[in-house]
């Protein structure tokens, strides 16, 4: 890549990590507040059974599940085989997707208890719309959503391992990030902000894995 193409791509990726803040931070003051009172109106309606379990999807569970029964498998495999080259994909990409699991959960659980955002039920309840910082009380933990980190982070990875399902792997993540906000645990803001921070997470592991030599990718990603 030359140089000119570097600074493109870093201009590029500057306005929109800006766009995104920006949107951010207008959703907060403009939306939040009125979509929650709107579905608060829902609450105690199948809408809720239904939010909670797609939420299902938002946990690290299913995925560290599923990563440690491929690392198994594939181990076995690679012992069964003589640990040929050409079979130690599946092996990184089972690593990757521990690690895409647990990493943006882990980031979202910290940046929770750094940022200190009052839940909806808290608004509802006390009135309290605001930013407490370093609160060690679950009811200041919206800001960003973990459930959204998580499942845009797998969707980005699985994107990656299947390119012709990209949509459908985000068209899911973003349910689930509906569904948080269904169900009353977080604003529209905290899962813009948590499916940003998933998705960074994984192209920063993609990085990583590539300069270990890691690859789990046939072609580089395009984000």
């Not at 797609?54 to 029964?69: D, E, H, K, M, R």
């Not at 069964?80 to 092996?91: A, D, Q, T």
Request: aromatic share 14%; with cysteine.
């Amino acid at each position: 890549m030359s140089l000119k193409e570097e600074a493109d791509r870093t201009t590029l990726l500057a306005i929109g990590l800006f766009s995104v803040i920006a949107s951010i931070i207008m959703t907060i003051y403009l939306w939040d507040r009125p979509v929650e009172v709107v579905l608060r109106a829902q609450s105690g309606t199948s809408l809720l059974n239904v939010a909670e379990c797609i939420s299902v999807l938002g946990l690290p569970l299913p995925y560290v599940g599923l990563a440690v029964a491929f690392l198994l498998f594939w181990s076995m495999v690679l012992v069964n085989s003589g640990f040929k080259i050409v079979e130690r994909i599946f092996l990184y990409r089972a690593l990757f997707i521990l690690s895409g699991a647990i990493i943006p959960w882990l980031a979202a659980t910290g940046l929770q208890v750094l940022f200190g955002r009052a839940r909806p039920h808290v608004y509802f309840e006390r009135g309290i719309y605001a930013f407490h910082p370093l609160s060690l009380t679950p009811d200041f933990w919206s800001f960003p959503s973990s459930h959204s980190a998580v499942s845009a982070a797998m969707a980005a990875a699985f994107s990656g391992f299947l390119p012709s399902y990209r949509f459908t792997f985000f068209f899911v993540a973003t349910l689930v990030s509906a569904s948080r906000i269904a169900a009353g645990y977080h604003y529209m803001s905290d899962t813009i902000g948590g499916m940003l921070l998933g998705i960074a997470i994984i192209a920063g592991l993609l990085r990583g894995f590539d300069h270990f030599g890691m690859s789990v990718q046939s072609t580089r990603p395009r984000w």
